[in-house]
């Protein structure tokens, strides 16, 4: 590794990971070398920049463990997207795109309510009163490990 590595500060985006090894986050040269997995994590980084922007409070140090728990819950759903556990492709992403309104100001109800549904067992889902739309996810069969994957609280 080049210890001097300088960029402009707009090209950030592009070489985060660069910066994963300060976090304690190893990486592996396939994945670090991959444009997909660049692009995946450019784009995390964009969404994890604009979520900072849009909700200061995020930014504290009493949130900060709120915000990681969220960003590795939507990494959790696009995985799941992208390897087929979902059973319908691009499920999340739809279903955030379809229930949220125009304006999106109900989104943060739908995800947080997709979440919710991810962390009910089947059999207690009917009475988790959860919407239709929301039970189209596939329940997990055992909550409490899907909690420590994506850092959820059971319901």
């Known amino acids: 590794m080049n210890p001097h590595f300088a960029f ?20 592996i040269k ?3 070398d991959n444009p997909i997995d660049v692009r995946a994590t450019g784009k995390l980084n964009k969404l994890y920049i604009e979520l900072l922007r849009e909700n200061l409070e995020w930014a504290t140090e009493a949130r900060r463990h709120d915000m990681n728990h969220f960003m ?5 759903c696009f995985f799941a997207e992208d390897t087929d556990i979902f059973h319908e492709p691009k499920l999340f992403t739809r279903t955030v795109e379809q229930m949220s309104e125009r304006n999106p ?9 997709l979440f919710r549904a ?7 889902r009917a009475a988790a009163n959860l919407p239709g739309w929301a039970n189209t996810f596939p329940a997990h069969s055992n909550p409490g490990e899907l909690s420590r994957w994506i850092g959820t609280n059971r319901s």
């Open 72 to 76: 590795a819950r939507l990494i959790f």
């Open 30 to 32: 396939e994945i670090k």
């Open 118 to 124: 991810l962390n009910i067992k089947a059999a207690d």
């Open 105 to 113: 100001s109900n989104r943060h109800e739908v995800i947080g309510t």
């Open 8 to 27: 402009p500060y707009l090209d950030f985006a592009r070489h985060f990971g660069f910066f994963l090894p300060l976090a304690g986050i190893s990486t």
